[in-house]
Every structure is written in structure tokens, then in C-alpha cells.
Nanobody, 120 residues
């Protein structure tokens, strides 16, 4: 059974940090890229970062570049999103998804999400 399970979401004050985890199982981890996206109520899905598991190439959107860091622990089939200098506008449900390449937003699998709330 394919699973992506996010964890690490919490309520944090502006300027604080969180580390999200995405634990993958049921598929060949090295064959995929793992994408983090977020969605706030009433807003469109916002894809924010991606890592190619095979070569560790990473991508970030401008709004998180320099504040967020994506990484993977291939031995644990887990991808992390370290989020620093959090802002209220970062509040959203955060999801991880799997795709063959980072530029393909037609995700094959995705998780149930973890909530991040940043208070001002």
C-alpha cells in the first residue's frame, strides 16, 4: 500500500521554526521526486519545494527560498521540510506528494496533510 504520512505541524509564533516530515512507503522512493505544497482555506494550492530523491536536486518558490530547506533521508524513506523565520502567511495545511519529476504537478500520490499555524 502506498503511503505518504506528514507530521510536525503545530502552532508557532512568527519568527519561529518547525520541521515537517514526510514518511513514504509502498513505492520505490529513489524513482520519485517529493514535493511539498500547502493550501490555506479559500486559496489555491501553492507548491513550495521539491527534492529529486535520485540526485538531491532541490527547488524552492521565491516566497520560501532562504527560509525553508528540503532534505531527504533515503535510509528512512523520509523527506523533511525545515521551516525557519515563519510568517503568518505561511499558515496552511502542508502536504507532501510524489511525482516522477519536480516539474510534473500531476502528483501520483499524496498524504493527508499536517496543519501549520503561525501567529503574529
Amino acid at each position: 500500500e502506498v503511503q505518504l504520512v506528514e507530521s510536525g505541524g503545530d502552532l508557532v509564533q512568527a519568527g519561529g521554526s518547525l520541521r515537517l516530515s514526510c514518511a513514504a512507503s509502498g513505492f520505490i522512493f529513489n524513482d520519485y521526486s517529493i514535493i511539498w505544497f500547502r493550501q490555506a482555506p479559500g486559496k489555491d494550492r501553492d507548491t513550495i519545494s521539491c527534492i529529486s530523491i535520485s540526485d538531491n536536486t532541490t527547488f524552492y518558490v521565491d516566497s520560501v527560498r532562504g527560509r525553508f530547506t528540503i532534505s531527504s533521508d533515503n535510509a528512512k524513506n523520509t523527506v523533511y521540510l525545515q521551516m525557519n523565520s515563519l510568517k503568518p502567511e505561511d499558515s496552511a495545511a502542508y502536504y507532501c506528494a510524489a511525482s516522477k519529476i519536480c516539474t510534473n504537478y500531476d502528483f501520483e500520490f499524496w498524504g493527508q496533510g499536517t496543519q501549520v499555524t503561525v501567529s503574529s
